[in-house]
């Protein structure tokens, strides 16, 4: 479960194993779990690197480890890290944009 800054905002990603309502229906248990459309989420953190960890050591898979680069016209210095969820969802981590 993913909150916004405000507090106000939730996305949550659950596994593929999750048997929970998805798309406005909840999952019979027939029925093979309907998964969304998301595929790449970023945020901002406070640190790329720590955040990186975590999402390893609570199951996600990595896509591409901490580092610094250049984002924008003009260019802005970042640090970012991405990792795929349990579900294939590629989440990307921004620390230190000003944007």
């Not at 720590?50 to 609570?58: E, K, N, S, V």
Request: net charge negative; proline share 7%; charged share 20%.
């Amino acid at each position: 479960m993913l909150k916004s800054w405000d507090g106000q905002t939730f996305i949550e990603v659950f596994d593929a194993e999750a048997a929970v309502p998805m798309q406005g229906e909840a999952a019979k248990l027939t029925e093979q779990v309907k998964t969304g459309a998301l595929l790449h989420l970023a945020m901002r953190v406070e640190n790329a690197e720590a955040a990186y960890t975590r999402c390893l050591l609570a199951g996600a898979s990595p896509c591409i480890e901490p580092m610094s680069l250049l984002l924008g016209n003009p260019a802005l210095p970042v640090r970012n890290a991405l990792v795929y969820s349990p579900n294939g969802e590629v989440i990307e981590f921004l620390e230190g944009q000003p944007f």
